[in-house]
């Protein structure tokens, strides 16, 4: 199975708009972050962990062909809001593009998307095929089965998934110890980790390593990284064994 970070920024990415921080100024390709999501490539098929504003140009820079299947953490904007490229797959391919999301995500989905799901929705407009998802039942697309875990971000909900060895977690600030359990044993571990400050509604630093260290992976890598949380290369060589920042584009290889 092969992993495709095509974004590991916040909701306004890095470097952010008018900002002049270290961070957003540096010319370290790594320090430039697309809003959060990741590619997975398993038994013949691709699938996709959110589709943010910069779906589009992550599609492109991974020159992806095919896409089997979207599936939705949850419903903020820089999840969701580039689901309305999936055209070019709808039309090429000829194929509705199945949509993986809990009834929250799919409420909104029909707010922010209302003219997919009219009654008199025109030609030319993505097609979206909606499979409802919890945390109580894993799913199966083709041959991957994945297994989704419930985290809070806030008081939002939201869903990481396991495949085997593997897990995701995105903007996550709580776990509930039954949601854990469902973590424990993975060999590959993605979390999110905004900043070194304390936030509302994420995992800062110390969160994302106190849960790495409950968990023990062989490896884990830190996403969802906003600006305040420093230059890439700086912060690498702080974190622990076994953790690392992930950074656009990188790819990884797990069972």
């Known amino acids: 199975m ?3 970070f095509l974004g590991t920024g916040t909701s306004q990415g890095v470097p952010v708009i008018g900002c002049d921080c270290t961070t957003c100024q540096s010319t370290n390709p790594k320090d ?31 020159n992806v062909k095919d896409l089997d299947a979207i599936l939705l953490t949850h419903e903020h904007i ?11 797959f709808n039309y090429f391919l000829n194929k509705d593009m199945p949509v993986y999301a809990n009834l929250e995500v799919q409420t909104a989905l029909k707010r922010v998307y209302q003219y997919l799901f009219s009654s008199t929705a025109h030609p030319g407009l993505a097609k979206l095929e909606l499979h409802t998802i919890t945390k109580e039942k894993e799913i199966k697309i083709g041959n991957t089965t994945l297994l ?12 990481g998934f396991r495949i085997r060895d593997f897990t995701y977690i995105t903007d996550a600030k709580t776990i509930a110890p039954e949601e854990v359990d469902k973590i424990r044993g993975t060999k590959v571990l993605i979390v999110n980790a905004l900043r070194k400050k304390l936030h509302r509604s994420h995992f800062n630093v110390e969160e994302a390593i106190a849960l790495v260290e409950e968990i023990k992976p062989e490896k884990a890598y830190f996403t969802h990284c906003g ?15 076994p953790i690392e920042l992930a950074y656009d584009g990188l790819q990884i290889e797990t069972t």
Request: aromatic content about 4%.
């Open 148 to 159: 989704p875990i419930e985290v809070m971000h806030d008081d939002m909900k939201v869903l």
């Open 78 to 88: 820089d999840h969701i809001f580039g689901l309305d490229e999936v055209r070019s």
């Open 32 to 62: 430039k972050r697309l809003r959060s999501s990741i590619m997975i490539e398993d038994n013949g098929r691709n699938l996709i962990i959110d589709a943010g504003p910069d779906f589009r140009q992550q599609l492109l820079r991974e």
């Open 227 to 241: 600006h305040f949380l420093g230059l890439h290369d700086e912060i690498n060589k702080e974190l622990p064994h």
């Open 2 to 4: 092969k992993i495709t």
